[in-house]
């Protein structure tokens, strides 16, 4: 089987500013069969619940803790995905959990300001050692509400964070320390695009007030000697196995009931 990896200078951008983004690390046919397979998915839908961002709006999610062999799990088991966390953070990797984001046309909710590992650090990791894959499954644009990091944030360490709607956030006065300091980037992205984002990066999105959905599949990964110590929401090592890298396409509904 072929390895993925990042040059070198994708690791350098990784390590400086906390995430870098892989253009096209998925085909367009395998994004299609993930927003066909999603969309029908009995399943994903009755597992959907919804977060209130600071406004009262809300976003949905549904959300797994365990790599399957459903089609979420081909993306999660990727080669094309393991090679480069495994890269990035060092070490074996276990999933921590992954999770539909359903941002919905016009009624779509933000999510506020955070890190990921502000409130991971309470369920039981000792330290940032994980990072996030965000996968576009539809075209991701400031209208509809993109992905937005603060370049460099991760180097800030782990910052306070409150409740605000159902969500966890930052503390908005680092928040804006930050900002005046650091580049606030929206990541535009195609189907298929994908963004490796460090668990202390700062990041959020706007509500989508546009008429085009924005999904996305985020895979979050933990390292296997960053296993938590007490367990609260997500599990413990857990050994997982890589798919085939045609996995995705090969991918049957009636095989995997
Ligand atoms: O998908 C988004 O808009 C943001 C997701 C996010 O912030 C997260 O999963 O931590």
Redo the contacts with the bound molecule.
């Keep these: 089987m072929p390895h993925y990896l990042l040059n070198s200078l994708e690791v350098a951008q990784y390590q400086r500013d906390g995430f870098v983004i892989v253009r096209g690390l998925f085909e367009r046919d395998e994004m299609l069969k993930l927003l066909s397979h999603a969309k029908g998915d009995e399943a994903l839908t009755q597992s959907v619940y919804g977060r209130k961002d600071s406004s009262g709006q809300v976003?949905k999610?549904a959300l797994q803790n365990e790599a399957g062999d459903d089609l979420y799990g081909m993306f999660a088991r990727s080669p094309r995905m393991l090679d480069r966390v495994e890269q990035l953070l060092g070490e074996e990797v276990y999933l921590w959990h992954s999770?539909m984001?359903l941002?919905e046309p016009l009624v779509g909710g933000?999510?506020e300001w955070?890190q990921?590992y502000g409130y991971w650090y309470f369920d039981g990791c000792l330290t940032p050692d994980l990072l996030?894959v965000?996968i576009s499954i539809d075209h991701?644009h400031k209208a509809n509400?993109?992905?937005q990091v603060i370049r460099g944030s991760h180097l800030i360490g782990r910052i306070d964070h409150g409740k605000t709607g159902d969500q966890s956030g930052a503390d908005l006065s680092r928040v804006q320390q930050a900002l005046d300091r650091m580049e606030l980037v929206w990541c535009e992205c195609e189907p298929g695009d994908a963004i490796f984002f460090h668990s202390n990066v700062l990041?959020?999105?706007d509500q989508n007030t546009s008429p085009n959905a924005?999904w996305?599949l985020?895979c979050?990964y933990n390292t296997k000697s960053n296993s938590p110590l007490t367990v609260r929401k997500h599990p413990r090592y857990t050994p997982l196995d890589r798919v085939t890298d045609d996995a995705i396409r090969a991918w049957q509904p009636l095989h995997h009931s």
């Design positions: 976003t999610l999770k984001m941002k933000a999510w955070h990921d996030s965000l991701a509400g993109c992905l990041h959020r999105s924005r996305s985020i979050c």
